[in-house]
């Protein structure tokens, strides 16, 4: 009797011990995203990927998948065209990067560092 008893706390304990493992997980997956601001070069519809110039002149292929979002781009990955300046925040994987959220790039960014001809406020030493 005595042994089932404390089941319950073993299992209480168990569960505690996961929810803190997946709570140290969290921030990692966040940590993995990359911001990138750049304008589009090409885009190629077979492999589903598209090259932009980084803001810092590098040239950088992205992927897109089924778990993509697009935000005000209308008609998704068709609607990317060269030129089109965007914001992609993209997983990096073996595979290369992962496009997680793709949309056109905001200029100004609201405030009082906005506008000119910066990338915007939030522009900072993290974006590429």
Do not use: C, W, Y
Not at 10 to 29: C, E, Y
């Amino acid at each position: 009797m005595a042994h089932r008893k404390q089941a319950p706390g073993l299992l209480v304990i168990t569960m505690l011990g996961g929810a803190l493992l997946l709570a140290a997980q969290a921030p990692q997956a966040e940590a993995a995203l990359r911001h990138l601001d750049g304008t589009v070069l090409s885009k190629d519809a077979r492999t589903q990927t598209f090259r932009i110039s980084t803001q810092n002149g590098g040239n950088v292929r992205i992927k897109v998948n089924a778990g993509t979002q697009f935000q005000r781009i209308q008609g998704r990955f068709s609607g990317l065209h060269k030129g089109l300046r965007v914001e992609v925040e993209a997983k990096r994987t073996s595979n290369g990067l992962i496009a997680k959220h793709v949309e056109p790039h905001q200029r100004g960014g609201g405030g009082p560092e906005g506008g000119g001809g910066g990338g915007g406020a939030d522009d900072g030493p993290g974006h590429h």
